[in-house]
Every structure is written in structure tokens, then in C-alpha cells.
């Protein structure tokens, strides 16, 4: 069964950092690019960063650009996030997904994992 | 950027009636290699998105016949033939061709 795992997020003041991380299992890792997703409270989906199978092609929407940096290790099935100089405006769900289509969006997604971003 | 609109927002159905949501786009989604990169996505109340359908018309699997898209260019419609109680939720479209991907506002689908 395909799975993936997201974990890290959590409460941290405006400035601070945090890292998720995102397991994945029951399918090969590395042949697939990956991405993260957000989700507000209350609000739509909005598409955070990509990353192709050996992270030698990151893509980031620019409100992130320069405090976030998507990386993997495919030794370990692992996706991260690592997020700097967060932001109120950063608080959301986090969701770890799979771009096994490509283009095509994202074939399937994890739980998602809730960052607060509150003094 | 690409920016997705969906109408309507809010669609109220009923239970074994058609329903219909369209997706236009600020530009273009067809790309060089031939193949239009719109997709269609699902968020049910408490759940993780899923997706639909991706390059506009082809059904990911396990997704039921009576989910169809539709459209070319800058146009697009989900069309759902029967609503049935599962499809409550939030209908998502988003295009994969532009750098940043972006997704329609939503429309949220209630059963009358």
C-alpha cells in the first residue's frame, strides 16, 4: 500500500523554524518528484514546492522563496521541508504528495501536518 | 502566475441529479508536448485532497464512471452524471504547466 508519512509540524513564533519531514512506503521513492501543499485554515489549497527524483530541480512559489527549502533523501524515503523566518501568514496544513504524472498534479497525498505560526 | 477561477463557488445538489463545475484559466494550459495539464481534485469534510482526474479527462483509479471532464485551452468542466451522498466536498482545479502550479478557489458541493 502506498503511504506517505508527514511529521513536524507544530507551534512556533513568528521568525522561528521548523522542519517537516515525510515518510514514504510501498512504492520506489526515487523514481518520483515530489511537493508539498498548503492549506490555511478555512481556505483552498495552495502549492508550496517541487522537487524531481534526485533533487536537482527545486520549484517554489515566491511568497517561500529564500525562507524554504525542499530537499529528499531517497536512501531513507524522505521528503522534507525545511521552513526559516516563518511567518502568521505560513500557518496551514502541510501536505507531502506525490507528482508520480508529472504535470498532472499530484496522484496522492499524505495526512497533513499542522504548523502554527502564533506569538 | 495562472490564475484558475471556478464557478459556481457554492453548488447545492441533489441526490442522483447531474451536476456540473467549470474551471477557466488566465492562460493557456496546453503544452508543447501536446497534452493540456488541467486536473480536477476532491477534498471530502476531514479528509486529505484526492485526485479525480488529471490532464483534464482521464480518471485516476477507482474513481467512478459518473465523474467526466471535459474542455480544451483555457476552459474546462467536471461534470458529475448522478451525485451520490460521497460526493460532498470541495472541488479543485489545478493546472500543472506554469510554474507556479495553481488551484481554482474551490467549489463546495452540498447535497439539498
Known amino acids: 500500500e502506498v503511504q506517505l508519512v508527514e511529521s513536524g509540524g507544530g507551534l512556533v513564533q513568528p521568525g522561528g523554524s521548523l522542519r517537516l519531514s515525510c515518510v514514504a512506503s510501498g512504492f520506489t521513492f526515487s523514481d518520483y518528484w515530489m511537493g508539498w501543499v498548503r492549506q490555511a485554515p478555512g481556505k483552498g489549497l495552495e502549492w508550496v514546492a517541487n522537487i524531481n527524483q534526485d533533487g536537482s530541480a527545486k520549484y517554489y512559489i515566491d511568497s517561500v522563496k529564500g525562507r524554504f527549502t525542499i530537499s529528499r533523501d531517497n536512501a531513507q524515503n524522505s521528503l522534507f521541508l525545511q521552513m526559516n523566518s516563518l511567518r502568521a501568514e505560513d500557518t496551514a496544513v502541510y501536505y507531502c504528495?506525490?507528482?508520480?504524472?508529472?504535470?498532472?498534479?499530484?496522484?496522492?497525498w499524505g495526512q497533513g501536518t499542522p504548523v502554527t505560526v502564533s506569538s | 502566475d495562472a490564475v484558475l477561477t471556478q464557478s459556481p463557488l457554492s453548488l447545492p445538489v441533489t441526490l442522483g441529479q447531474p451536476a456540473s463545475i467549470s474551471c477557466t484559466s488566465s492562460?493557456?494550459?496546453?503544452?508543447?508536448?501536446?497534452?493540456?495539464?488541467l486536473n480536477w481534485f476532491l477534498q471530502r469534510p476531514g479528509q486529505s485532497p484526492r485526485r479525480l482526474l488529471y490532464?483534464?479527462?482521464n480518471r485516476d483509479s477507482g474513481v467512478p464512471d459518473r465523474f467526466s471532464g471535459s474542455g480544451s485551452g483555457t476552459d474546462f468542466t467536471l461534470k458529475i452524471s448522478r451525485v451520490e451522498a460521497e460526493d460532498v466536498g470541495v472541488y479543485y482545479c489545478?493546472?500543472?504547466?506554469?510554474?507556479?502550479?495553481?488551484f481554482g478557489p474551490g467549489t463546495k458541493v452540498e447535497i439539498e
Open positions: 492562460q493557456s494550459l496546453v503544452h508543447t508536448d501536446g497534452n493540456t495539464y
Open positions: 504528495a506525490i507528482a508520480a504524472t508529472g504535470r498532472g498534479g499530484f496522484d496522492l
Open positions: 490532464r483534464v479527462s
Open positions: 489545478m493546472q500543472g504547466i506554469h510554474w507556479p502550479w495553481t
